[in-house]
């Protein structure tokens, strides 16, 4: 692919100014940045080698759970108690992508607007664009964007598709499980894989019938679950009861993250996850790579290795091998 010196100069001119005004925390600077990674603008890319450094301390809350279980509603509050401490807090939430335009279907959440006017609070809504996991591929990104600009507690909210949403597990530090009652036998569920990722659980909705009957199903099934080797095994998930509608115990949900936060460093597993995100983060942009690569070099090899498949002349995995061998010729 042929080198505009022109678009290297502009990119390079254009990210300084950028990058400094985004590391003093000015909000135009955040969405500017942004959007260049939304468009896969060059720019983008190069802002992020800038600023990659300043985002290292961030901390990462996930809040995933069904839909229907008051994920938005629990971030709205959670903005709430953290800005009460002084503490600038950067909002994620991936929502599903619209089939027409791509973008997010819900935008900045409705329940989270009364943050909007805050200057410590940068809420941003990400489409999945087809990307599995309850997760956008752009996610890491918009952390790192958050975190450089002096946001240091990010919430990632996920889209809240079902059990499917592991993968912020590889994203948070701590990860909070929303649960609601009457979502039928969701408790039983819970045991097909979210339930080993959640480091708290919160049942909502606690003025409703069977709240405290989905706390025990929880604490009866986490007596069961073998949490792993290591010192991750030591943490024991506190179940707590919440209403976050009226904004009853929402101390103890910050409170329950507080003594994970505190269980990480003393533990040196704060360290582990940080190494695996970063793992995550390099993976992910080898992967972007070579969709680059393969889209400039081989613009058709998708669509006619697709062909020979479904006529039954070839396989997935030879057709692979083929494509791989091409991009390293």
Wanted: glycine fraction near 10%.
């Amino acid at each position: 692919m042929e080198i505009n010196p022109r678009r290297v100069l502009s990119t390079s001119t254009m990210v300084a100014p950028l990058a400094a005004r985004l590391l003093a925390g000015e909000r135009g600077a955040v969405a500017r940045a942004i959007r260049l990674l939304d468009d896969g603008d060059p720019a983008g890319l190069a802002l992020l080698k800038a600023i990659y450094p300043a985002a290292a301390a961030a901390r990462v809350l996930g809040v995933t759970g069904a839909p229907g279980s008051g994920k938005s509603t629990l971030v709205d509050r959670l903005i709430g108690a953290y800005r009460a401490r002084g503490e600038k807090v950067g909002v994620a939430a991936v929502d599903p992508s619209s089939p027409f335009t791509g973008g997010a279907i819900l935008g900045d959440r409705i329940r989270m607007q009364r943050h909007a006017e805050d200057d410590g609070v940068f809420i941003r809504s990400l489409a999945t664009r087809g990307h599995l996991g309850g997760l956008s591929a752009s996610t890491l990104d918009v952390l790192t964007v958050l975190g450089a600009a002096g946001f240091p507690t990010l919430l990632l909210e996920t889209v809240g598709v079902g059990q499917d949403e592991v993968e912020v597990n590889r994203v948070a530090d701590t990860v909070v499980l929303v649960v609601a009652p009457g979502a039928g036998d969701s408790v039983q569920t819970l045991k097909a894989g979210v339930m080993e990722i959640a480091h708290v659980f919160v049942v909502n909705k606690m003025d409703q019938p069977g709240a405290d009957q989905v706390a025990r199903e929880i604490e009866q099934l986490l007596g069961f679950k073998d949490r792993g080797p290591g010192p991750a095994a030591a943490w024991t998930p506190p179940v707590v009861l919440a209403a976050a509608g009226d904004g009853r115990n929402i101390d103890q949900v910050v409170d329950a993250v507080d003594r994970h936060a505190a269980h990480l460093h003393a533990t040196g597993e704060e360290s582990r996850r940080r190494r695996d995100r970063a793992r995550l983060a390099v993976h992910e942009a080898v992967r972007a790579r070579l969709d680059a690569d393969l889209a400039a070099r081989l613009p058709d090899a998708l669509d006619h290795a697709a062909a020979r498949v479904a006529a039954g002349t070839s396989d997935p995995r030879s057709e692979a091998d083929a494509i791989v061998m091409a991009l390293l010729r």
